[in-house]
Each structure stands twice: as C-alpha cells, then as structure tokens.
C-alpha cells in the first residue's frame, strides 16, 4: 500500500516540477527573445546613425542587409537556446524524480510508521483483551461441566471471575489515561523535586517492603516546572517497574541532579538491566521486553508507554539505559524552575 503511495506521490510531485520548469522556460524564451529584438533594433539604429553621420546619405539597403545578418544570428541563438534549455529540463526532472522520490519516502515514513505502530497495538491490545475473557470462559465452562459442585468451590471460581474482570478492567483504565494524557496540556508550577519523590516513595513503600528491596534517594534540592500530580505517577510508575525487575532484596536509587539549567531525575534498580534490543521499544504501548521474564511479571506493557505520554504532557523528556555497574536506568529531564526573587 505505502509503496504504491510513494510512486503516486512521486508522480505527483514530479508533475509539479515539471510544470515548474515549462514556465521558468518559457518565461526564459519570451524574455531572451524580447531582449534580442530590443538589441537588434538598438544596432540597427546605431548603424543607421554611422552610415548618415559619415557617408552623409542614407542607405537604405544597409537596414536590409544588416537585418538579414541580424536574422541568421537569431537563428543561430534560439537554436542554442533551445537546445540549451532542453538538456537543462531533461536533468531538472531526472534530478528531480530522484527527489520527488526521496521526499516521498520522507513524507510518508512518519504515516508508515503510526500505521504499523497502530496496527502493532491494535493487534496485541485485542490479544490482551481476549486473554483473560478467554480464561473466564474456560473456567466457567469446566465449572459448570460438574454436576455438584460446593458453596466454597463456587467462592473461588466467582474470586477467579472477579481477578480476571479486574485486570481488563486496570487495562482500560490504562488505555483511556493514554488517550488522556495525549489529548490534555497540563498546567506547570513550580513544584520542588523532593514533594514528588517523597509522594511516589510514600506509595511505593509496601510493595518495596514486601518485597524486601530498600529504596534510598539522592536529591539536589530544587524546584522544577511540572504538573505535580502526574509527575508523581511517573514516579510511581518508574519505582513499580524496578520493583518488579530490580534484584529482590536489592536497592532502588532516586538520583537527582542539575546541569545547564535542566534537572535530571533518575531511577536506578540492581537488577539484571534491560536488553540492547528492548531499549527502543521500551516506551512502545504494550511492549513487553525479555519474554521469559514476562510470563511471570504481572502487567500489560503499559505503564512506560503512559509514562512516556504524561512526561511529553509536562514537556519533558524521558529515557533508559544500563547502568555500567548493572541495573537498568530511567531517567527524567524537565525544566527547573525560575528563582523567586528576594
């Protein structure tokens, strides 16, 4: 489809070109002929001048004849102008086709790639759904194969019903914050940096118990321009991610500091770190890198492609790596915040 697109836009652009280049050369010719009909009528005149001026009697042959040379030599010239500009559109629309498919493939690479990204997520957000309306199906269906069954049997099936019908229904919720947060420009303040770090600790501290993992923080104090509410999500989201593929019983790092008037806030973990090939698509929406971890990691893949989307809402920047000592490395870049003046 795209590769027929690009010749159609190809030809289209082409069209223009060449539609270009009949009017520069034919304003070319018109203009170039005017000026060599005023220069000939200019040289005749002059001609005339000398011949009265000299041999004190006009000539009226010399017009003639000077006219028929002038004539041969206008030939002569449009022949080599003509020529001139023929081999001049030739390239113009060789070099041009060249062009015109060059900036075809520009102009529909970013429409290819929101093609394939939106049909990459459509693809696994109905896999997603599907997956637990199917086990609902299954387990109702063996369920009700058995012809006695307890008031305790029925518990636990209605609680495995209620599990399944609670993760579509976190999916959702996840899939209409991302629609949000693309559509919705957000109100910045000045907001210091250790408010939002100390809300997404304060949250994340259970799990981080539970999970007998320490998180620790290292702050520059300052304030930064965001939209505190949403930057303590991404917070929340980044410790959460470490949490579940961070080392159990490790540490989790809260780093921040200021360089050239941006402030970078940084999430580290003592894990594994994450693969060379996963970095790209990390922030892709359903993406879930390192299949093996992702069989027994609850989640859908879209808690850092919301990250992502609440970050650009507070225009700021959001990107992983390793560390070079291990462990895997989020950071946020954002604005820092005016000083008050005294």
């Known amino acids: 489809m795209f590769r027929s697109a690009r010749l159609q836009l190809t030809l ?29 009528n200019a040289q005749r005149s002059e001609v005339r001048e000398w011949v ?38 030739m390239c113009a629309l060789f070099l041009g086709g060249a062009l015109s498919y060059w900036f075809a493939g520009r102009t529909l690479r970013p429409i290819q790639e929101a093609h394939e990204s ?18 609902m199906r299954l387990e109702n269906e063996v369920f009700l194969r058995q012809k006695h069954f307890t008031e305790e049997e029925g518990r636990e099936q209605l609680a495995s019903n209620l599990e399944e019908i609670q993760r579509l229904e976190r999916l959702s919720n996840n899939l209409l914050l991302l629609h949000q947060y693309g559509q919705t420009a957000l109100v910045r303040t000045s907001v210091q940096v250790k408010r939002i770090v100390d809300d997404a600790v304060h949250q994340i501290t259970p799990t981080a118990t539970a999970k007998n993992v320490t998180v620790s923080t290292d702050l520059a104090d300052k304030s930064v321009l965001v939209h505190r509410e949403s930057m303590v999500q991404v917070m929340d989201i980044l410790l959460d991610n470490a949490l579940k593929y961070g080392a159990k019983g490790g540490e989790v790092l809260v780093k921040g500091y200021e360089k050239s008037g941006r402030y970078y806030l940084s999430v580290q973990d003592k ?31 879209l808690g850092l ?7 650009q809402a507070n225009q700021t ?11 895997a490395c989020f950071e946020i870049c954002m604005e820092t915040a005016p000083r008050k003046a005294p």
């Not at 002038?70 to 010239?77: C, H, L, R, S, W």
């Not at 896999?127 to 086990?135: D, G, I, K």
């Not at 920047?317 to 000592?325: E, F, G, K, L």
């Open 12 to 40: 289209f652009y082409l069209a223009i070109i060449a539609m270009l280049n009949l009017l520069v050369t034919l304003s070319v010719r018109v203009y170039a002929e005017q000026e060599f009909l005023r220069s000939n």
């Open 52 to 89: 009265v001026r000299f041999f004190d009697t006009p000539v009226p042959r010399s017009d003639v004849a000077i006219q028929n040379i002038q004539d041969e030599q206008a030939q002569i010239v449009r022949q080599h102008l003509n020529e001139g500009l023929f081999v001049i559109n």
């Open 118 to 135: 939106q049909a990459r997520f459509t693809a696994d957000a109905s896999h997603e759904l599907r997956t637990p309306l199917a086990n």
């Open 271 to 301: 894990g594994p770190g994450l693969a060379a090939g996963d970095i790209p698509h990390l922030f892709d929406r359903l993406y879930r890198g390192d299949k093996a971890r992702s069989t027994h990691v609850p989640g859908y893949g």
């Open 305 to 311: 492609a919301l990250a992502k989307e609440i970050a």
């Open 317 to 327: 920047t959001i990107t992983a790596r390793n560390n070079p000592h291990g462990g």
